[in-house]
Antibody, heavy 122, light 107 residues
């Protein structure tokens, strides 16, 4: 069974940094692209960033480009999101999601974690 | 980036009736279109990928259609768990983009 567990969220002041982690299990991690998707309170879904199986393809939403960095450690079955220069509009529930595949390809998020809440406020 | 537009924003449907949701892309996404369901307090669930293929364990009452820029999700007979918010998402180009969502509520 695919299992994704996010951690690292919390309350942070504007301008500060936070690093999110996602621990994956139940599948061959290095076969799949991974994504971060966020949802502000009461709002819709926003794709934040994605990374291919071997980190060869990485992209970001314009709203976070230059401030956030996605990475993965295939040896540790883990996905990360380094968030710098945080703003109030970054306040959201951040989901880690595994790609549908095929293996070593990219399509859409299929399996989702339960999310970790990031609140940016002074 | 590709802009996804969903309509209507809210759809009121009686249990057992059909619901038809629309999604439009600002440029062609071929068939690289997914639909998600999100119930309150839950993570999104993938329903449809490739515009018309049902994801694992998704019942046949969920049907996706369309290609290019116009897509439809049809729920043939709404049951209680079908009252939720539905999002379309294109994955033809990165960055991936979602529509704003359609809330299906009980009439």
């Amino acid at each position: 069974e695919v299992h994704l567990v996010e951690s690292g969220g919390g309350l942070v002041q504007p301008g500060r940094s936070l690093r999110l982690s996602c621990a994956a299990s139940g599948f061959t991690f290095d076969d799949y692209a991974m994504h971060w998707v966020r949802q502000a309170p009461g709002k819709g879904l926003e794709w934040v960033s994605g990374i291919s199986w071997n980190s060869g393809r990485i992209d970001y939403a314009d709203s976070v480009k230059g401030r956030f960095t996605i990475s993965r450690d295939n040896a540790k079955n883990s996905l990360y999101l380094q968030m710098n220069s945080l703003r109030g509009e970054d306040t959201a529930l951040y989901y880690c999601a595994r790609d549908l595949g095929p293996a070593r390809g990219e399509s859409c998020p299929e399996y989702w974690g339960q999310g970790t809440l990031v609140t940016v406020s002074s | 980036e590709i802009v996804m537009t969903q309509s209507p924003a809210t759809l009121s449907v009686s249990p057992g009736e059909r619901a038809t949701l629309s999604c439009r892309a600002s440029q062609s996404v071929s068939s690289n279109l997914a639909w998600y369901q999100q119930r309150p307090g839950q993570a999104p669930r993938l329903l449809i990928y490739g515009a018309s293929s049902r994801a694992t364990d998704i019942p046949a009452r969920f049907r996706g259609s369309g290609s290019g820029t116009e897509f439809t999700l049809t729920i043939s007979s709404l049951e209680s768990e079908g009252f939720a918010v539905y999002y379309c998402q294109q994955y033809n180009n990165w960055p991936l983009t979602f529509g704003g969502g359609t809330k299906v509520e009980i009439k």
